[in-house]
């Protein structure tokens, strides 16, 4: 049961390249069911935020009309990276169960350890530069947020 849902990702996997993308499949699993899928879109879909797990987070979401996917495990071809990784905390996924590992992914010039060790890093010694800006007039929003009696806490 479970090797199909890998069997699935890793199909979705080699359907991103031959259509463009990188090597990358993922399916989200609730209930014992696919309900959302994706493969690695980047330059086909000309977005850099299109990989695998991300597209397979939307679909789940859209599926099910909701933000929220507790409950749910994802089955990715690699090991996230950060990016997917945050997506699946944000979306609340249970489980992550993962076939290639960042190092195989490193050696075929899909490198994201800069990013992990950059997550790492004091915002002083980041070497992406971080400027604060407007930083008070920034906080209305954060004060109407707090202020709001009918806001839908995520
Ligand atoms: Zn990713």
Known sequence: MEESFMRRAIALSCQ???EGGGPFGAVVVRGGRIIGEGRNNVVPGRDPTQHAEIVAIRAACAALGTHDLTGAVIYTSCE???M???AIWWARIGEI???NDRAGAAAIGFDDAAI???V???LEARRL???RLLAEEAREAFRLWE???DKMPY
């Open 147 to 149: 202020a709001k009696p």
């Open 116 to 118: 992990y060790e950059e």
């Open 84 to 86: 997917c990784l945050s």
């Open 120 to 122: 790492a890093r004091p």
């Open 80 to 82: 996230p990276c950060p």
């Open 16 to 18: 991103g390249v031959e």
């Open 129 to 131: 530069p971080l400027r």
């Open 97 to 99: 169960v993962y076939a």
